[in-house]
T-cell receptor, first 112, second 115 residues
Framework: GENVEQHPSTLSVQEGDSAVIKCTYSDSASNYFPWYKQELGKRPQLIIDIRSNVGEKKDQRIAVTLNKTAKHFSLHITETQPEDSAVYFCAPRETSYDKVIFGPGTSLSVIP | DARVTQTPRHKVTEMGQEVTMRCQPILGHNTVFWYRQTMMQGLELLAYFRNRAPLDDSGMPKDRFSAEMPDATLATLKIQPSEPRDSAVYFC?????????????FGSGTRLTVV
């Protein structure tokens, strides 16, 4: 089965700085790479995703990059704001297979 | 926005009692998942269904937990008897196996406390 790791497990940045979270996976068949954000006391929400035929995708201040050869993908947040403080989860999978194993999560704190 | 609805939002119960959590997936979604979240274990998959059929419940303690989908609009997760170690937030999520939408939508969760 898929083995998913995230680094770092915690990250603290000053407001306005950039943050990068990396997700490594083991299943070479994975072809869908999403990131979920979970604010304190709330539900996880999909914030950005990428398919394996694309190397990078951007949506305003967030971006996801994929290195399929090395089996990792990363979440990039630029110009961080206090509302970016949350736990971020990756959940790579092969799309014909529904079962999703979430990474252990990265807790991001943005210091005003 | 379409939502996944979970009830109850909070539940406090005594050890040994039965607990039933309910989930209404988004209309048209054909996959439904139950996750448990604790501080120590992150998001732990308990069971999931595709087109109402249970596909994998290997993450669930079978002696006390059961998951069912009596119809396309309702999924249930039961714990009988409940134990203090079951205290956690239980999330339901739904998704579609359509070709252009692979993300899952989570409900707001049921926070269970077993005393």
């Amino acid at each position: 089965g898929e083995n998913v790791e995230q680094h770092p497990s915690t990250l603290s940045v000053q407001e306005g700085d950039s943050a990068v979270i990396k997700c490594t996976y083991s299943d070479s068949a994975s072809n869908y790479f999403p990131w979920y954000k979970q604010e304190l006391g709330k539900r996880p929400q999909l914030i950005i995703d990428i398919r394996s035929n694309v190397g990078e995708k951007k949506d305003q201040r967030i971006a996801v990059t994929l290195n399929k050869t090395a089996k990792h993908f990363s979440l990039h947040i630029t110009e961080t704001q206090p509302e970016d403080s949350a736990v971020y989860f990756c959940a790579p999978r092969e799309t014909s297979y529904d079962k999703v194993i979430f990474g252990p999560g990265t807790s991001l704190s943005v210091i005003p | 926005d379409a939502r996944v609805t979970q009830t109850p939002r909070h539940k406090v119960t005594e050890m040994g009692q039965e607990v039933t959590m309910r989930c209404q997936p988004i209309l048209g979604h054909n996959t439904v998942f139950w996750y448990r979240q604790t501080m120590m274990q992150g998001l732990e998959l308990l069971a999931y269904f595709r087109n109402r059929a249970p596909l994998d419940d290997s993450g669930m303690p079978k002696d006390r937990f059961s998951a069912e989908m009596p119809d396309a609009t309702l999924a249930t997760l039961k714990i009988q008897p409940s134990e203090p170690r079951d205290s956690a937030v239980y999330f339901c999520a739904s998704g579609s196996t359509g070709p252009n939408n692979y993300g899952y939508t989570f409900g707001s969760g049921t926070r269970l406390t077993v005393v």
